[in-house]
């Protein structure tokens, strides 16, 4: 469930600039935002234990915590547009369709928003081919977490952003926590996944 996203002010979209990929610095700070706090809004925007078989490196999946004009790999993608500055916008490639619509696109503004509050940059584009990067080189690339678990361990730490302005609270963000881990993450640990039947039995 790719998300699309720009902020306009009336009829001006506020993404639209000369800076890189023809976003504006308001832009760069949000997308600077999405990737300080992707790990905590995986909590909420990938919300199953199913969603990280889908985040693996080595395919086309969103794991690596950058963005890109080009590369599919890369967590946020600037697409490229007909030039008309009403079109421009940044695509945030992580979420699935397993997370509360509500609570996803909720998560992702506030994200955006913290990152234009104190002008957090994202760094450089990663515009090489992730294919064809060294090991060394893509090792200095942040992934996004391994399983949802970590992801909600991240939440948990790191949710001050969602807090502003009463968009989230506390109770809300605690309650989803405990209920995502005793009802999905403790009982599928629990339990054997029908691959290892085929792995361990099938001789």
Request: hydrophobic share 40%.
């Amino acid at each position: 469930m790719h998300v699309h996203i720009s902020l306009w002010r009336g009829d001006k979209n506020l993404f639209a600039g000369p800076e890189y990929g023809g976003l504006s610095e308001t832009a760069l700070y949000f997308v600077g935002g999405l990737i300080r706090h992707t790990h905590a809004l995986l909590g909420f925007t990938n919300a199953s234990t199913n969603s990280y078989k889908r985040l693996v490196p080595g395919f086309e999946a969103p794991v690596n915590l950058a963005y890109s004009q080009r590369n599919r790999s890369a967590a946020i993608r600037i697409p490229v547009t007909s030039g008309k500055s009403e079109a421009k916008r940044v695509e945030f490639r992580c979420p699935d369709s397993t997370g509360n619509p509500y609570l996803t696109l909720a998560a992702i503004l506030m994200a955006g928003l913290d990152g234009i509050e104190n002008r957090v940059h994202p760094g450089e584009p990663l515009d090489k081919n992730i294919y064809d990067m060294p090991p060394e080189e893509l090792a200095h690339v942040k992934k996004t977490p391994p399983d949802f678990g970590a992801a909600l361990d991240a939440l948990e730490a790191g949710h001050e952003f969602l807090l502003k302005g009463d968009v989230f609270t506390e109770d809300v963000i605690r309650t989803w926590i405990d209920f995502k881990r005793e009802n999905e993450i403790l009982p599928v640990m629990r339990r054997p996944h029908p691959f290892e039947f085929c792995v361990y039995f099938d001789v």
